[in-house]
């Protein structure tokens, strides 16, 4: 049997490539004559360089930028054949916030960091700028970036793995200034903020405006294009042809909730089997999703690990460990 595994990263416990490692080697236990492909994968999020550097090659850079915290912090970034992919979580992401300082900095937390990149990767000759977004520790609406990015002369392209707008009850500050330690007033007065921003009045309303704290918003205003992360990751990985000569897909990432319905990974790859009649599981940390729901996006089953261990601190605890041995289970479902 040929299964393909290709994971997003789970949630700041295991990067993609580990993630799809520690899947292996548990299928591998219950099902050692099955052949696996790995292809780790991103959707703009945390990963994204990653990722497309061990698809396509090229030259792999680090530039020192500003930080989160305003504090200078390296980040890494893509030239491939003239164009630059750029990780936002890279220069601003919530990792970079030490846990106990997420509530005050959830306000101040800056994307300057991003605009450092950007302006690296034209300096350097990029024709186009790929920027993925996601996993940041951030809610300005991109107005670090615009503080030093004020004019492109480049293609600027946004590859985002939401599609909220920039305002209400699924925009930036109310969907996601909590995941950042924004307390329901603090939620209320970023809302406001990025509400007053009259640069990105015209393109609040778009999609993708919300992602990463607004920052979506800010590069649609310096005239880029909203590309879905995941399907340009599919593209550029060769997802389609792994696929074309699998029996199984196998994704997962840390929740699987509804967030990750909308234009998040799992339904790239979902899709993908669907459309060549192979079943698709869900592995992943925490499952919210319903049956009927998943199925509609091309998702056969899906599985949590939490449930498997007992507990999501007992999944934390050993996050490797334990996603290798729900993945050992589901072979001896599945493998024939």
Same mark, same amino acid.
């Given at each position: 049997?040929?299964?393909l595994?290709?994971p997003?990263?789970?949630g700041?416990?295991?990067?993609?490539?580990?993630?799809?490692e520690?899947i292996?080697?548990g299928w591998?236990?219950?099902?050692?004559?099955?052949?696996l492909?790995?292809?780790p994968?991103a959707?703009g999020?945390?990963?994204?360089?990653?990722?497309?550097?061990?698809?396509?090659?090229g030259?792999?850079?680090?530039t020192?930028?500003?930080g989160p915290?305003g504090?200078?912090v390296?980040?890494r970034?893509l030239?491939?054949?003239g164009?630059?992919y750029?990780?936002s979580?890279?220069a601003c992401g919530?990792?970079?916030v030490?846990?106990d300082?997420?509530a005050e900095?959830?306000?101040?937390?800056?994307?300057?960091?991003?605009?450092d990149l950007?302006?690296?990767?034209?300096?350097?000759?990029a024709?186009?700028?790929v920027?993925g977004?996601?996993?940041?520790g951030t809610t300005?609406g991109?107005?670090?970036l615009?503080s030093v990015?004020?004019d492109?002369?480049?293609r600027l392209i946004?590859a985002?793995?939401?599609?909220n707008?920039?305002l209400?009850?699924?925009?930036?500050?109310v969907?996601?200034?909590?995941?950042?330690?924004?307390?329901?007033?603090?939620?209320a007065?970023?809302e406001?903020r990025?509400?007053a921003?009259?640069?990105?009045?015209?393109?609040?309303d778009?999609?993708g @405006?919300g992602? !990463? =704290?607004?920052?979506? &918003? +800010?590069?649609l205003?310096l005239?880029? $294009?909203?590309?879905?992360? /995941?399907g340009l990751?599919?593209?550029?990985?060769?997802?389609?042809?792994a696929?074309?000569?699998?029996?199984l897909?196998?994704?997962?990432?840390g929740s699987?909730?509804?967030?990750?319905?909308r234009g998040?990974l799992?339904?790239?790859v979902?899709?993908?089997a669907?459309a060549?009649?192979?079943?698709?599981l869900v592995l992943?940390g925490?499952?919210?999703?319903?049956?009927?729901?998943?199925?509609?996006?091309?998702?056969t089953?899906?599985?949590a690990v @939490?449930?498997? !261990? =007992?507990s999501?601190e &007992? +999944?934390?605890a050993?996050?490797?460990? $334990?996603?290798g041995?729900l /993945?050992?289970?589901?072979?001896?479902?599945?493998?024939r």
């Open positions: 049997m040929r299964v595994v290709a997003d990263c789970f700041g416990t295991l990067t993609a490539g580990e993630a799809a520690a292996a080697l591998r236990s219950t099902a050692p004559g099955d052949e492909l790995l292809r994968l959707d999020g945390p990963g994204f360089v990653d990722v497309l550097h061990a698809a396509l090659g030259d792999l850079r680090s020192e930028v500003t915290l504090t200078p390296t980040a970034w030239l491939h054949d164009t630059a750029v990780e979580a890279e919530l990792h970079l030490p846990r300082q997420r900095w959830c306000e101040r937390a800056t994307t300057r960091g991003v605009g950007v302006l690296a990767a034209s300096s350097a000759g024709h186009t700028i920027v977004l996601g996993g940041s300005d991109g107005e670090g615009l990015v004020t492109v002369t480049v946004a985002s793995d939401v599609e707008p920039l209400g009850p699924h925009g930036a500050a969907t996601f200034g909590p995941q950042k330690g924004a307390s329901p007033e603090a939620v007065r970023l406001a990025l509400a921003m009259d640069r990105l009045r015209d393109v609040r778009l999609p @405006a992602a !990463a =704290g607004g920052l979506g &918003a +800010a590069l205003a005239g880029a $294009t909203v590309e879905s992360g /995941a990751v599919r593209a550029l990985t060769g997802l389609d042809d696929l074309a000569v699998a029996d897909a196998i994704t997962g990432e699987f909730d509804w967030q990750s319905l998040k799992v339904t790239a979902a899709s993908g669907s060549r009649g192979i079943p698709c992943a925490q499952v919210s999703v319903g049956r009927r729901e998943a199925g509609s996006a091309g998702i089953d899906s599985y @939490a449930d498997h !261990a =007992g999501v &007992a +999944a934390m050993d996050p490797a460990g $334990t996603l041995a /993945a050992a289970q589901v072979a001896g479902q599945w493998s």
